[in-house]
């Protein structure tokens, strides 16, 4: 039988081949550029004709988050629309940590991902849909160190200033996958909810935050190997640009609500993390916080407050990341929604784990809890 060939030479693909012998395969993970980040894959077989393919990715002790492996299912498409799990096995003692997928292709191509891929093609599309609509004006913030632009949708005639915020960790597609059902949303017209968000809020959505490392298939960093939210006390027009641009913006407009929109690799369960260590943290900025999980927990079973990381203390927040920097920068209320790469087991689907359809209806379902937690401030 001939050997399978397999091929991530696109736009957000990754792997290297160390062998090929017939349908098996032994594969490992690129690192992110001038980084020790690694954990996104992202490649395609052919020549499979029917067979099963054992395809097994090795030296996965050393990626960045050893603890996102076990329980975690690969996800596989045959036509790029409609991703599903497949069974994955993690053996932490064979080959430096290795993840064997068993599969059986009903034709002769599958692409493999670590969650669905979100592509720079896909992007431009949707900027180009969302930024057509009626009342929503593109806005160019900068360019990434690749020279890729730092997209900006914006709308809205309200007072409140809302920022929304995605895909600082490339690898994190799940990001872009919740910001397009977050702008579908707002730019619809015929959505009495969106209007309302509309008439109370100015919102500045920026869909990916970190283009070079998207394309180049990176985990956590962009093209001179640095964690965008790491950077945001300092940032630099060398080192970190999409951050400067970003900050700058926000500078000008001012911020009082913002979120961030991230992946977890290890936790099965979407959940947000605060500003709780913040030097200046006011009484109120906590309660809009806190207040704002409540609503969305009530809202939808894909989200929960029982699992997430722990709570920094007083006066210890790390202030190179995001929503701490803004809560403390503006005395906004901020926050970092993390989405599973595995499932929300609170609510699991077998099929799917988390996928690009829930990630969509959470867009949603926030924006539905960020109009109650204005209405609860502000009943007019
Ligand atoms: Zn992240």
Known sequence: MNDIQINAAFDSGNIEVLSIDGATARLTIRRDRDSDFFQWFHFRVSGAQGRELALTITGLNASAYPRGWPGYQVCVSEDRQFWRRTESHWDDGLEGGSLTVHHRLAGDLAWFAYFAPYSMERHHDFIARIAAADGVEY?????????????CLEMGDGGMQVWLYARQHPGETMAEWWMEGALELLA???????????????????????????????LRTNAAGVNLNREWHDPSAEKSPEVLAIRNAMDASGVDFAMDIHGDEA?????????????????????????????????????????????????????????NQLAERFGCVAMTLEMPFKDHDPAPNQRQGWSPERSKQLGRDCLGALLEWLVDRDPA
């Open 139 to 151: 806005r160019h913030l900068g360019k990434s160190l690749d020279g890729q632009p730092i997209d």
């Open 188 to 218: 619809d017209h015929t959505s009495s909810m969106a209007r309302e968000l509309r008439r109370r809020c100015r919102f500045h959505i920026v869909p990916n935050a970190n283009p070079d490392g998207s394309r180049r298939g990176h």
């Open 267 to 323: 936790i099965p369960a979407v959940f947000l993390a605060g500003f709780e260590g913040i030097p200046s943290l006011k009484q109120e900025q906590r309660a809009g916080y806190n207040r704002y999980a409540e609503l969305l927990e009530r809202r939808t079973p894909d989200f929960q407050t029982a699992i997430g990381y722990p709570i920094t203390r007083p006066g210890k927040a790390n202030l190179s990341m995001s929503t």
